[in-house]
């Protein structure tokens, strides 16, 4: 049975609340704790780098525990539910930090929270991607479902990164502080409206969706686990792909909000910054939803894929070039900020569907479908690049003595060095990892369309024998 209007719209606003989470920790997580809380910015690069590494752990784990999972409302919801309600509690204590805390207090809660942040969120995310082989068809009903689900997840992660910062100085509105604002009050009522909406939106995912099919394998150890992945060499080739894209992406992510406060600058960086990505947020969901589908209508996934590189490479080349000559107007950044958003929004729903493809693949090959493990994968991957471009901003932030504003909410002029140090972080570094990632794939990935179909007919025959 194909599925229903109501059930994709309820699995995309699960997208919605799940992404808008995640991307209020990833983009704003050291801004809140290095520039708001005043801890030193490379000690904060180190705890979101470790939970990462912990993560290594605990993610596969999480994917066996689904995997083992017998209910009667089946093996994804209730670790769902569950792992959004418990999300939400440790996101809102995330970004409200007890006052009375500083230095190696709060450096010490800041590490605690963030792990079991990363906890709580794998628990919830693990099941929710692993969902679409199961109840799904495969072929162009799985990457629909998944071309919806990654464009519900733009659209959570670019409303995060529009109104985040212009929330939270109207929620932060306090006479008391400097300017009338206080970032760290602001945060806190921010985060416990979108822990809300979260809670909310997964709770319509869980009661609408049902599990359709679910092929019933043998369940495998840690170690089986492993060996799994290892054998499935088209999950690890786009795993690693996976990592360097979203090591750019998020390089670039954590560091804009500096660059519009010390680089761009003046007393309205605020108005500037949320136009930014206001349009920039446009672009990545109008590119997944309109660009994506109209280039598959010419192009194969794959050619769409390179095309993507080719325009994000492109758009910072633009960016560096106009840091360094024209700053007076930020309408010209969005000519790269075009090229940029437009290749995240594609590469973010052609990453879903090439990892989904691999589950085929590994099933053909090993003899056991494990969507939950090399989904596990994906959850892990996505946080360990998150990890890595926090470090490398933190560094950059501390290397380049970026001024902690630390609650002034003072427009702080930086040494040129540092202003310098800003942008070639922000742009070189994410085309670095962007050229080794298009080479590696092209490479090593041999999963075509065709290959694709020929692995669901050879599967289908097989399930029929």
């Known amino acids: 049975m194909k599925l229903t209007g109501k059930e994709k719209i ?23 704790y290095q520039d708001v809380l005043g801890i030193n910015a490379i ?42 309600l418990l999300n939400a509690v440790v996101l809102f204590l995330l970004f409200t930090a007890p006052p009375a805390l500083d230095g190696n207090g709060l450096v010490a809660y800041a590490a605690v929270i963030y792990i079991l942040w990363g906890v709580t969120y794998t628990m919830m995310d693990i099941p929710y991607w692993s969902m679409i082989p199961a109840f799904t068809e495969g072929g162009k009903e799985r990457e629909g479902l998944t071309t919806l689900a990654r464009s519900c997840a733009g659209v959570g992660s670019a409303i995060i990164t529009i109104i985040t910062m212009m929330c939270v100085a109207a929620l932060g509105a306090n006479a008391a502080a400097p300017n009338g604002i206080s970032e760290r009050q602001g945060f806190m009522w921010f985060s416990l409206i979108i822990a809300v909406l979260f809670v909310v939106f997964i709770l319509v995912t869980c009661i609408n969706i049902k599990e359709k099919s679910t092929v019933d394998m043998e369940t495998p150890s840690v170690g089986q686990m492993f060996r799994a992945l290892v054998q499935n060499d088209q999950a690890m080739t786009v795993v690693v792909a996976i990592v360097l894209v979203n090591s750019a992406v998020y390089i670039t992510s954590n560091l804009v909000i500096y660059f519009f406060k010390y680089d761009f600058g003046g007393k309205g960086w605020r108005g500037a910054y949320t136009l930014f990505n206001t349009f920039g947020g446009g672009i990545q969901i109008l590119a997944m939803m309109l660009l994506f589908p109209l280039l598959r209508k010419f192009l194969s996934a794959l050619n769409i894929f390179y095309v993507s590189f080719g325009m994000a490479i492109l758009g910072y080349i633009i960016l560096l070039i106009l840091a360094f000559t024209n700053m007076s107007n930020v309408y010209l950044l969005f000519l790269p900020g075009f090229f940029i958003f437009a290749a995240n929004g594609m590469l973010t ?48 932030l501390g290397v ?27 742009t070189v570094i994410p085309v670095i990892g962007l050229l080794i990632a298009v080479f590696y794939f092209h490479k090593k990935y041999r999963l075509t369309e065709e290959k694709v179909e020929e692995i669901a007919e050879k599967i289908k025959a097989l399930r029929n024998d």
């Open 400 to 426: 380049f003595h970026i001024s902690q504003d630390t609650e002034s909410n003072q427009v702080v002029s930086i040494a040129q060095s540092s202003v310098v140090g800003l942008r070639m972080t922000m």
């Open 43 to 84: 000690a904060m690069g180190v705890i979101l780098l470790a939970a990462r590494v912990f993560d290594a752990f605990n993610d596969p784990v999480m994917g066996v525990l689904v995997a083992k999972t017998r209910t009667r409302w089946g093996k994804f919801r209730p670790w769902l539910l569950i792992g959004t």
């Open 10 to 32: 309820s699995y995309g606003l699960g997208a919605v609340g799940k992404d808008m989470v995640y991307m209020l920790s990833a983009s704003y997580v050291l801004y809140y």
């Open 349 to 396: 729903v052609l990453t879903t569907v090439f990892l989904a493809n691999t589950v085929d693949y590994g099933e053909l090959k090993n003899k056991r479908r494990d969507e939950s493990v090399i989904f596990s994968m994906q959850t892990f991957v996505v946080k360990l690049a998150s990890g890595v471009a926090a470090l490398i901003a933190s560094v950059c």
